[in-house]
């Protein structure tokens, strides 16, 4: 068993409820269905009736051997799903794969004065983040980051009160 959460109810299981609720009244079975899941209503002799280990409810097991785990195919295919990921996700988890090494990790930015441990690395991916500029260029920047504040963002115009009144 992988849970003990209920899903949506495969066939089997809405079958074997059928069964036990026939002839009685939709008020009847409300009343009767806390009782039904706790399995308060199987018969105790009856060996067959089980929970499915997919979606949870009781179901009858039809099988020839009584082996049915699961109380229909789509909760056995789910339930083998579930089982995979599951060791899927454990086996990742004990011998995960190695990262593999990318040029941006040559980059020792963890160092007081950080730089690059390759030169071939810091010409293909350094470009992208320190771009080089011409003089003239850094001077329009700068000109314009003087004009406007950084960001490019025009500086809210200051309102000159010309009453005189410094207070208002
Ligand atoms: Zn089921």
Same mark, same amino acid.
């Not at 195919?73 to 011998?95: H, P, V, W």
């Given at each position: 068993?992988?849970?003990?959460?209920?899903?949506?109810?495969?066939?089997?299981?809405?079958?074997?409820?059928?069964?036990?609720?026939?002839?009685?009244?939709?008020?009847?079975?409300?009343?009767?269905?806390?009782?039904?899941?706790?399995?308060?209503?199987?018969?105790?002799?009856? &060996?067959?009736?089980? !929970?499915?280990?997919?979606?949870?409810?009781?179901?009858?097991?039809?099988?020839? !051997?009584?082996?049915?785990?699961?109380?229909?195919?789509?909760?056995?295919?789910?339930? &083998?799903?579930?089982?995979?990921?599951? =060791?899927?996700?454990?086996?990742?988890?004990?011998?995960?794969?190695?990262?593999?090494?990318?040029?941006?990790?040559?980059?020792?930015?963890?160092?007081?004065?950080?730089?690059?441990?390759?030169?071939?690395?810091?010409?293909?991916?350094?470009?992208?983040?320190?771009?080089?500029?011409?003089?003239?260029?850094?001077?329009?920047?700068?000109? =314009? =980051?003087?004009?406007?504040?950084?960001?490019?963002? &025009?500086?809210?115009?200051?309102?000159?009160?010309?009453?005189?009144?410094?207070?208002?």
């Amino acid at each position: 068993m992988l849970n003990n959460t209920y899903r949506d109810p495969g066939e089997g299981a809405i079958k074997y409820a059928n069964q036990v609720f026939e002839g009685n009244s939709r008020v009847e079975i409300e009343m009767m269905l806390s009782a039904l899941l706790k399995g308060d209503l199987n018969k105790a002799e009856d &060996k067959r009736v089980k !929970r499915c280990d997919y979606c949870n409810y009781w179901f009858c097991d039809d099988s020839l !051997r009584n082996t049915c785990r699961t109380c229909c195919d789509d909760c056995k295919i789910s339930y &083998k799903t579930l089982q995979r990921r599951k =060791q899927r996700a454990e086996k990742a988890f004990l011998n995960p794969k190695p990262k593999k090494e990318t040029k941006s990790d040559l980059y020792l930015w963890w160092l007081e004065y950080p730089c690059w441990a390759n030169e071939q690395a810091m010409i293909e991916v350094g470009w992208r983040f320190e771009k080089p500029m011409s003089a003239r260029k850094m001077d329009y920047v700068l000109s =314009q =980051q003087e004009k406007y504040g950084k960001g490019n963002r &025009k500086k809210k115009a200051e309102i000159i009160n010309y009453n005189g009144n410094e207070l208002e």
